[in-house]
């Protein structure tokens, strides 16, 4: 293979590596592997310790702590937890880190249909075997996460009743598991059932009402005609059970007492007669004389109140009819009883002590007045005589029917909030009130004026209505001519402008509408804390505002300011130049005024030297800017277009402090130089961190620019987290990193239990590791007994034989040092203590510079501002050594 070839697939290998870096940038450090969906949200290393403990170990009272419902039933002893895997590890069943669309549980057998449903207290039987496992637990918990807790074992919690509580709650006395149309219906009471059966409907077959096959809801049986068929024709009605009975269909007898004879009643004189009496032709056919009262008895009243008799005579009692039949005829006299009339006494108005001709049809009852007493004294003779029906009504005196439109003919009509008004707020009388003449009218009669002498004019001309409506004080009838409102002031409260004053306040008087300021700083604050009005030239607010908001509409940069805005400027956000800065006062505002129209006012310079000086300031004279303006190569139109001869071709890269070597020579500049990026010169810039950031930064202790290989690796491997040691410096690497060949070395164990796990589990090992009856299991730290030289001969500690599973002591650090500072995971955990203590007499005395060697230019572009770069600074902005 030619060199140029070589070129291009080294060029080829960084681009694919480039977009690789894109995809991974936002991973987590330190995961083995990406979190279910369930627990997303606790992705990335800062949550790491939210369900692991030291040693990588997952901390069950974690588990709990956000499965409280399993964790209650865990502790009553409930369930398959609680039964079945009372103690045993969650991780056992449970696995993490395997993706979104990998499940968390590891079934036995592998699916959860598997599952000896009998473990849960509640075993499958019948159909319920071969229902799937979601056709029940399809539930979600409180946090809106699925869960197989919390079913009921009755049926009705998945089966609907179809008997709706009737027949109980224990289906199983009708029904089994295997088929709901299955029934042991030998033993069903029937009179649990809407229909208890009684006669001769005890002895008919099921199918005969239930048909074949069964039906047993949705059966019409409310009346004998749904089963029966009437052999009447419907002439007698539906109660069948007034001539029959449910024990046998004859012999028939008919019921006078309480019977619904059709078309008459036979009550009291009606029950002596003989059926053939009227029955002439047969007991089921009709009289031939009819069926009206007239058919057999004479008219007796002079009066048409028509043929029918029994609407007063129901009980065929022709004398002493009580007063209740004469009120229900009074309605077809001329005059109908209705409301109160209807309650007074018949002698009230017919009189004993007159003749009869006059009693009951000589009456006078054209007016009320014929009746009643004037109570109001002859005041309302003027209207229609003094006739009450216009305020009154026969279902009482009161409320009375006197209405704001009656109130139109009085010498007061109301209007406005005047309708509203209760009527004694004017007619104050005592009740029963029959005096209603009014004295007072004017305004200032019930209404207090708030304005004070403010108003005396035009109180002397109109009185309250010059400006008011009797709608409401808050819509007056103001005459603003003088100062013209538009835009928003037009629809602004008048509470906005006219408020009461400390004077009026103190006078006890309403807002002041007389003297109030016109110009805009009389109402509106100044937003812009005196920019406009301290410096010159002084501008009012309607130089850039009008009424209509204050939002300006169409600034015009160029005629204000007299600095143009072109090219890229124009399409800038305001706040860009004009940041909220503190402008002579304690609250911040915009700062309007003061922004240099000079590029390094609001552009960082990218053209300062990229060497690392002793100073926290660039030396001067090494910048582009001293000798060339921006300008000369950059315009408004776009930052990258230059007006300027020559281009790239010939430009000196050693000058910027990275000279380019190796494959950094045929590197296209737009692959480091562009604008997703922040230009460093740190490796991770450009190239993939594979390691995750365990092996530190600096990529060149292991890589060289001529080509990514390793060429010492058990020196690197020293500085991850797991330095190779004794027999691990003879194992192959792909023993260790399995996914070597994806370039991913970040998912391989470090605890020995993760590689030795089967020797941990051997069986016919002595002493037996995972435990027996008798004994607990021995701890999963293969260190404490073993050492990497050798696997045998095993040294166990003595604190271990005397208390097997008790905690070991050793501490690597000192005690809560990831309290204050975390050195147990993230990127510190391979320092060493002299890498960031300076003198371990003090402590706190930390440097970080040491490690984060910052450029005095990228310090610049990354915090806008000069900061320090002593240890206590860095610790202020970055507590934990997080990056921002």
Known sequence: MSRMRLGRVLLSALALALLLLARVAS????????????????????????????????????????????????????????????????????????????SQIRWPGGDPSK????????????????????????????????????????????????????????CTSCHDTNTWNSLRLQDFNHDRARFPLHGAHVSVQCAKCHFEPPKYVGLAFALCGDCHKDPHSGRLGTGCTDCHEDTAWKPVTFKHTGARHPGISLANGHAGVACRTCHDRGNLVSPSRGSECVSCHKPVHEAPFGPGCGSCHGLIQWLGLPPSVGLAAHRRTAYPLTGKHAEVACTSCHKPELPAERRFRQLTFDRCADCHQDQHR???????????????????????????DLHAGTAFPLTGKHVASACSACHASPRPRLDLHVTKQACADCHANPHGDQFAKEMAQGVCAHCHDARGWDQPKIDHSTWPLTGVHATAQCESCHHPTAEDRKAGRGASYRGVARNCSGCHDDAHLG?????????????????????VPGFDHKAVTGWELTGAHQKTECAGCHPTANVGADRPTVRWRGPSTECKFCHANPHEPRTALAASAPARGRSFSDAVSCSACHSTTAWRSSDAAGGAAGFDHATTGFPLTGQHVRAPCVGCHHSRRTLKRDCVTCHEDFHRGRLSQSCDKCHSPAGWRVTQPLDIHRRTRFPLTGMHVLADCTQCHLRASEQRFTDAPIDCYG???????????????????????LPRDCSLC????????????????????????????????????????????????????????????????????????????????????????CMSCHPGGVRR
């Not at 849960?120 to 075997?129: E, I, N, S, V, Y």
């Not at 799937?132 to 918990?141: E, V």
């Not at 406009?532 to 204050?550: G, I, W, Y």
């Open 27 to 102: 991973a987590q450090l330190l995961s083995p592997g990406p979190l279910s969906r369930s627990h997303a949200s606790l992705e990335g290393d800062a949550h790491c310790g939210d369900c692991h403990s030291s040693g990588k170990r997952v901390d069950h009272g974690a588990c709990l702590r956000c499965h409280g419902d399993l964790g209650a039933r865990i502790a009553a002893g409930q369930g398959l937890h609680g039964t079945q895997y009372r103690g045993q590890a969650c991780e056992a069943c449970h696995v993490e880190h395997l993706g979104a669309g990998v």
């Open 786 to 873: 073993h050492k990497a030289l050798a696997w045998v001969p095993a040294n166990v500690p003595s604190s271990l034989v005397a208390s097997i599973g008790s905690p070991l002591q050793a501490q690597v650090a000192p005690r809560n040092h990831d309290v204050r500072f975390p050195i147990g995971f993230g990127s510190h955990r391979t320092a060493s203590c002299s890498d960031c203590h300076a003198s371990l007499a003090v402590p706190r005395a930390v440097r970080c510079i040491g490690c984060h060697a910052h450029d005095p230019v990228v310090v610049m572009q990354q915090h806008k501002q000069p900061v320090a770069t002593d240890g206590a600074a």
């Open 115 to 170: 599952l000896d449903h009998a473990q849960t207290g509640w075993p499958l039987d019948g159909a319920h075997k071969t229902t799937p496992c979601n056709k029940c637990h399809n539930r979600g918990n409180a946090r809106g996460a699925p869960t197989f807790l919390g079913l009921s074992t009755t049926c009705n919690s998945c089966h609907k009743d179809q008997h709706e509580g009737r027949l109980g709650t224990t």
């Open 378 to 404: 002859g005041e309302f003779a003027s209207t229609d005589r003094g006739e009450c029906r216009p305020c009154h009504a026969t279902s009482g005196f009161r409320p009375t029917l006197f209405t704001a």
């Open 755 to 777: 590689c030795h796990e089967q020797d941990y589990r051997r069986p016919g090992l002595f002493p037996v590791h995972v435990g027996t009856s008798t004994s607990a299991p």
């Open 531 to 551: 920019q406009f009005r301290l410096s010159q030239p002084v501008l009012e607010c309607d130089r850039c505002h009008t009424t209509k908001a204050f939002k």
